[in-house]
């Protein structure tokens, strides 16, 4: 399978405790974006990345959250002290920009659904 | 900062009957617009996207949305849907920046055959 994969798939863990999501964007795709999802929502965007380097933060991204890209290829996205209203799906998706923005298609991925009890 | 709106939250319709999901984004310069959808238990995935040029839009499995300018919707129609279109339809819209793409909340279509 070549498309956005994410692991784990769910995610159950108590309030408190730190969380780590993984996501592979497909092979050669330069940027990837973290979003999360809310039951009734539409995806918020959090984080991207231009290769190894996050460009942009959404407010919605406490200080709680942080998101690596190491290598430009696989990213990370840890959440510490874990809420009750962390409990969403992330989703990671990536694309392939060679001409800015416009042409812009966004793979997604499955999504990490994360219960915090 | 831009917005999009949907007005519909849940449609249901009978199978070959018409659909149109409405769609508004809030920013007036140029936009670069999309329509995904997520099939029940899949990943989103992208249906049609407009930048430019003619504002009617076809994409995949006979879906097609009109760009209108002056009445900043982006509306996405079916001329006679499937039991297999039940899905939710989420419009979107990059920022100004170019660097996020921003999402209404999405209609959930409920196709019955």
């Known amino acids: 399978d070549t498309g956005v994969s994410q692991n784990p798939r769910h995610k159950i863990t108590k309030r408190g405790q730190n969380v780590t999501f993984r996501c592979d964007p497909i092979?050669?795709?330069?940027?990837l974006y973290w979003y999360r999802q809310t039951l009734g929502q539409g995806p918020e965007f959090l984080t991207y990345?231009?290769?190894?380097?996050?460009?942009?933060k959404s407010r919605l991204l406490s200080d709680r959250f942080s998101a690596e890209r190491p290598k430009g290829s696989f990213s990370t996205l840890e959440i510490q002290r874990t809420e009750q209203g962390d409990s969403a799906m992330y989703l990671c998706a990536s694309s392939l920009t060679n001409r800015g923005p416009s042409n812009e298609k966004l793979f997604f991925g499955s999504g990490t659904q994360l219960s915090v009890l | 900062a831009q917005s999009v709106s949907q007005h519909n939250h849940h449609v249901i319709l009978s199978e070959a009957a018409s659909l149109e999901l409405g769609c508004n984004y809030s920013y007036g310069g140029t936009v670069n617009l999309f329509w995904y959808v997520q099939y029940p238990g899949q990943h989103l995935q992208l249906l049609l996207k407009?930048?430019?040029?003619?504002?009617l839009v076809k994409g995949i499995k006979g879906f097609e949305a009109e760009f209108i300018k002056s009445k900043f919707s982006f509306n996405l129609r079916k001329p006679s849907v499937q039991w297999s279109d039940t899905a939710e339809y989420f419009c979107a819209v990059f920022n100004q920046a170019g660097t996020a793409l921003i999402f209404g909340k999405g209609t959930t279509l409920s196709v019955s055959s």
């Open positions: 407009y930048f430019s040029g003619d504002p």
């Open positions: 990345f231009q290769n190894e380097a996050q460009l942009e």
């Open positions: 092979s050669e795709h330069n940027r």
